[in-house]
């Protein structure tokens, strides 16, 4: 189970995985004053959504495990990355199975486990990178929901990218110099890179280079008024066929009753 004390006593040797998602979402300068001793971090010990992801922590890994039937252990020692001293992370579990970590959230959302991943991509890939493997397993559990798990995998880019913002951060941190401006446009093209990421081996596509999709994409927005109209029109003829008719026609549209009861449009050519 995850020690509060011991992650809270890390705050200011490096960047934890947590770090690593306020990093990449702009929030740096409220970091920097964590870091540097200005400010003191947020006391969670009184926040109840905060205190309930941790207490259910160990049944949510030993579920998995028993569901899936994959053999477990439990990690508490502080893991750094082997070149940059200042990157570490805590990890949830590890699966002797597979050799990876497993990450794992209790949510009082109804997103899905994608857009969860999605949203703590950089905690992921932040793990990814420390700990050298190629994925890893990511689960949530939403409200009472049966936990819903994931594979991510390794996203090369964003590692880099990611690695780059964090120097970047610790640079203001060792120097003292405080963050006046945050990249955001590279922040925003991470969060672009991270949505490309492998999710059980499918991931996101921008077809906006597309001319087809373009093409497509524009008589299908142009028609959607129109199908609408469609469909109601369709409905309201039904409603008007009699319930003894075989058959209903007029103004170039022909509605058949075929055996089942289904009733059959026929429009006729001009």
Request: with cysteine; aromatic share 10%.
């Amino acid at each position: 189970m995850t020690d509060l004390n011991i992650i809270r006593a890390d705050r200011h040797t490096g960047i934890g995985s947590s770090d690593a998602k306020r990093i990449v979402d702009g929030d740096w300068l409220a970091l920097y004053n964590e870091k540097t001793g200005i400010t003191q971090s947020d006391d969670l010990s009184d926040v109840f959504r905060v205190q309930l992801g941790i207490y259910t922590e160990q049944f949510h890994l030993e579920w998995l495990a028993k569901r899936d039937g994959f053999p477990l252990e439990f990690v508490n020692e502080r893991k750094h990355h082997p070149d940059f001293a200042f990157m570490f992370c805590h990890l949830d579990g590890w699966r002797t199975d597979q050799d990876t970590f497993i990450e794992v959230k209790h949510s009082n959302s109804r997103a899905t486990v994608r857009d969860k991943a999605v949203y703590y991509m950089a905690q992921l890939q932040h793990a990814i990178a420390i700990t050298g493997v190629e994925r890893c397993y990511f689960s949530v559990i939403a409200g009472n929901d049966e936990p819903e798990m994931a594979l991510i995998m390794r996203n090369n880019e964003y590692i880099e990218r990611m690695i780059n913002l964090e120097s970047s951060f610790w640079w203001h941190v060792s120097s003292q110099i405080p963050p006046e401006i945050t990249p955001k446009g590279e922040q925003a093209r991470l969060v672009e890179v991270g949505k490309q990421t492998p999710i059980d081996g499918l991931r996101a596509y921008d077809m906006g280079t597309s001319n087809a999709w373009a093409e497509q994409a524009a008589e299908y927005t142009s028609t959607v008024e129109a199908a609408a109209r469609h469909e109601v029109a369709k409905k309201e003829l039904k409603a008007l066929v009699p319930d003894d008719a075989s058959e209903a026609k007029g103004h170039g549209i022909t509605i058949k009753k075929d055996r089942r009861g289904s009733l059959r449009f026929y429009i006729k050519e001009t």
